[in-house]
């Protein structure tokens, strides 16, 4: 409702209030789990060995997915709509900084909070982790805000999301459209509002994980724009658009082609062709993005 009406406005001053709510809450989960629980060196003696070793029950392979998955930050369109919004680029540079330590910081309070709950208590379903640990160790008014700062930062994140997603539709899509020819930014704006929020509901009821969410969408929108952008920064390099939109689609239909097999074959239990399809879908997206990248790739004249 409020980015109906105040657009990219709202979404900043809402941000803001998200931003301290989030860090009061889990600041506090964090103390309080120090306070009744113990310090996070007894916390670590207590966890199960998968939970120390680098890998986990994972292999290198998930693990250095989302270490490509890190880029999305760069091929985001609100990253580049926030820095070009600041006043000029040294605010920008500025803010990315300090974007970068509160994000450390905040990645901090949640691991903790998560091995806390981990490590103390029987939790059947890890989406319970944070509220059940919460429940349990914060006193009312602390618990009232750690629950404000679960809301706020899933609303932070589907703030920034919904409306670029909405500008994107409205101004790059709807505008193109006949049959909205005569309707003003903000009505088209408006109504990519509306549609991305129809999708977005969805999706959480398909995929009801934040984790396989993000691993699933980046695995096939990162391959396809990590190499297009990286090259457009280059003043050495550069594609063209045509090649630019082939690398753009080879890379996700491959990725969300080798998605679906691999998830069918799972299903059907095809062991033997585990081996065939052992890789993670988002590397064979960036293989194929790297093997066309440096054939449509040029030298500037």
């Not at 980015?3 to 998200?18: E, M, P, R, V, Y």
């Not at 929020?197 to 990590?226: E, G, R």
């Amino acid at each position: 409702i409020y980015l109906f009406h105040g657009g990219l406005k709202s979404d900043i001053l809402t941000n803001t209030a998200q931003f301290v709510f989030m860090y009061l809450g889990f600041g506090a989960l964090v103390v309080f789990a120090i306070i009744n629980l113990g310090s996070p060196f007894d916390m670590l003696a207590k966890l199960p060995d998968t939970h120390l070793s680098p890998l986990g029950t994972n292999n290198w392979q998930y693990v250095l997915s989302w270490y490509f998955i890190a880029f999305q930050t760069f091929i985001d369109p609100s990253f580049h709509q926030r820095c070009s919004a600041a006043k000029n680029p040294e605010t920008s540079q500025k803010g990315v900084y300090w974007s970068i330590a509160f994000w450390v910081l905040f990645d901090t309070l949640t691991l903790l909070s998560g091995l806390y709950a981990k490590a103390y208590f029987q939790i059947d379903n890890p989406l319970l982790a944070y509220p059940s640990l919460g429940e349990a160790i914060l006193p009312v008014f602390w618990k009232g805000v750690f629950f404000i700062a679960m809301l706020a930062t899933v609303m932070s994140t589907f703030d920034s999301y919904a409306f670029i997603s909405a500008v994107t539709f409205g101004k790059d899509i709807f505008s193109k459209i006949n049959a909205f020819k005569g309707k003003s930014l903000r009505s088209l704006t408006n109504i990519g509002l509306l549609l991305t929020s129809i999708i977005s509901i969805l999706m959480a009821y398909a995929i009801p994980s934040a984790i396989d969410i993000i691993y699933k969408t980046s695995s096939i929108a990162v391959p396809a724009l990590i190499i297009p952008l990286s090259i457009s920064y280059s003043k050495k390099y550069f594609i063209t658009k045509k090649s630019s939109i082939i690398i753009m689609l080879s890379a996700s239909f491959g990725t969300l082609i080798w998605m679906i097999i691999k998830a069918n074959l799972a299903e059907q239990n095809f062991y033997s062709f585990r081996n065939i399809f052992n890789f993670e879908p988002m590397m064979i997206g960036i293989l194929i993005a790297s093997f066309l990248g440096l054939i449509f790739i040029k030298k500037r004249v």
